[in-house]
């Protein structure tokens, strides 16, 4: 990508934002003008040309050179792999700080990145900025129920997304309240590796309070065979009624955290440090619910016991999986009996 050289930036701006304006685009960031009406909407009549280059000189001082207009940078690719964690919610960010810092190396991460950029916004949420080699499109990490609706609580804001930044003020937003920057700055926004980009999003995730979609169904062909004698029931029906999730996740690496009422907290194979990957049981579901992209679970997604049991041990061979379970009466590879897998379903398990 072309590097546009900004001259100007030699004469005294006419305003701070027009300042940040011309150190984003020196810094190689693309930035586009954002109306002062309270809409936090570009005031450009199309911007889609801005994320695929940056503004030159003349444009930059056209727009911010004669009024106080709002700021935003384009994230992704244009601004050099830019991406922003943004926190809607004060309460949720310093929940999701907490669980950070109570790691080393998370909470030196933190650190790291907050001091290349970290600002507040007038809502009281935060924006944390930083560069990485791998970034998608715009996510929501954590979210909750709001009527028919969902609330966001955590996303980002990557390719093809933008984000307004500090120092908009007055009636950029809609509460008449400035951004304001805490840490840093547009010059010197720190880059990350992407291993450190999903420590960060696997926290985020555990603060998700959506109830699981789309359960996994089980196939509706009956298979021969019968493991309590009853024909009214698959084996998968079974399956989901005695086994337990323990049985089913523990051996293939699992690791159940916590229990939380009677919904249970998992760390996925393989990773390390503080988070949770998966939960289990979510409002009674009896589903789990895996928030990872790590593993062999599609994120965001339901899965009933047998689903998750055929994933794992049969790449999600549904028949193959009733098929052992209807000749072996086993609930799962460590060959437990239903008998003993009921009993084992009614207690706690020993890692709360």
């Known amino acids: 990508m072309t590097m546009v050289s900004f001259t100007s930036r030699r004469a005294l701006p ?8 011309l150190e984003a685009c020196a810094a190689g960031m693309s930035v586009i003008p954002i109306r002062t009406d309270g809409t936090k909407q570009p005031r450009l009549s199309t911007w889609r040309a801005y994320q695929r280059r940056q503004a030159n000189e003349v444009e930059v001082n056209h727009w911010f050179g004669n009024a106080d207009a709002g700021i935003a940078l384009v994230t992704g690719a244009v601004s050099r792999n830019l991406e922003a964690l943004d926190f ?9 700080l907490g669980r950070v810092q109570q790691d080393p190396g ?14 507040a916004t007038p809502a009281g949420g935060r924006h944390l ?11 929501r990490l954590a979210t909750r129920p709001d009527g028919e609706k969902r609330q966001t609580l955590i996303e980002t804001r990557g390719e093809g997304g933008l984000i307004i930044v500090a120092p908009s003020h007055g009636t950029v937003h809609p509460s008449g309240k400035p951004y ?8 010197s926004i720190r880059t990350i590796t992407a291993h450190q980009r999903a420590l960060l999003f696997s926290v985020a995730r555990a603060f998700d309070e959506m109830p699981p ?68 049981n979510w409002e009674g579901s009896d589903l789990l619910y895996v ?57 706690r398990h020993p890692y709360v």
């Open 14 to 21: 006419r305003s701070s934002v027009h300042h940040t304006a």
């Open 129 to 139: 900025l930083y560069r990485c080699d791998r970034v998608e499109g715009n996510q």
């Open 88 to 96: 809607d919610c004060p309460a949720t960010f310093e929940a999701w």
């Open 106 to 119: 998370l909470s030196a991460l933190y650190d790291h990145l907050s001091w290349g950029y970290l600002e």
């Open 291 to 347: 928030f990872s992209t790590s593993t062999v679970f599609e994120p965001e997604r339901g899965y009933s016991k047998f689903s998750a049991y055929a994933l794992l041990n049969f790449g999600g061979d549904f028949h193959a999986a009733a098929h052992h379970l209807a000749t072996s009466g086993s609930p799962t590879r460590n060959t437990i009996p239903f008998s003993q897998s009921w009993k084992r379903r009614s207690t």
């Open 213 to 280: 979609a789309n359960p996994c169904v089980l196939p509706s062909r009956k298979v021969g065979g019968s493991l309590t004698g009853s024909d009214d029931l698959r084996p998968g029906d079974l399956f989901n009624r005695a086994a337990s999730w323990e049985e089913i996740l523990i051996p293939h690496g699992w690791e159940l955290v916590r229990w939380v009422a009677d919904k249970g907290e998992w760390r996925r194979p393989g990773k390390q440090g503080p988070g949770i990957s998966a939960t289990t």
């Open 180 to 187: 304001l920057l805490l840490r840093g700055g547009v010059s």
